[in-house]
């Protein structure tokens, strides 16, 4: 897969996961941070080694839904972490985007 069809799937996969973190945050629950840990661990195995910076971001993400499994946790404090991630996830995509051109 060339570099277009691969930043292409990112971002099909990347509002996959953001629609299901919606979700998530909708109705939290440790059940629902568990299953989005899972699947931030399956999106960030798909990814090509070179796309290392979304990466981290999938890192960062990643926190934000631990926070959801501890007993005491700030909704609003997780859904900022993720939305920090996701603009960072569309950054790090963007500049993937602009070396190609």
């Given at each position: ?30 059940e629902a941070a568990n299953r989005m840990l899972g699947e931030c661990r399956a999106f960030e195995r798909g990814l090509p080694q070179k796309f290392g910076n979304v990466t981290s971001q ?44």
């Amino acid at each position: 897969m060339d570099d277009e069809g691969a930043i292409s799937e990112i971002k099909r996969r990347a509002d996959r996961l953001q629609k299901l973190a919606a979700e998530a945050f909708d109705w939290p629950s440790k059940e629902a941070a568990n299953r989005m840990l899972g699947e931030c661990r399956a999106f960030e195995r798909g990814l090509p080694q070179k796309f290392g910076n979304v990466t981290s971001q999938i890192t960062y993400l990643m926190e934000a839904f631990r926070m959801m499994t501890k007993a005491s946790f700030s909704i609003s404090d997780a859904r900022n972490a993720a939305r920090t991630a996701f603009a960072r996830i569309d950054n790090a995509l963007g500049i993937h985007e602009r070396a190609k051109s």
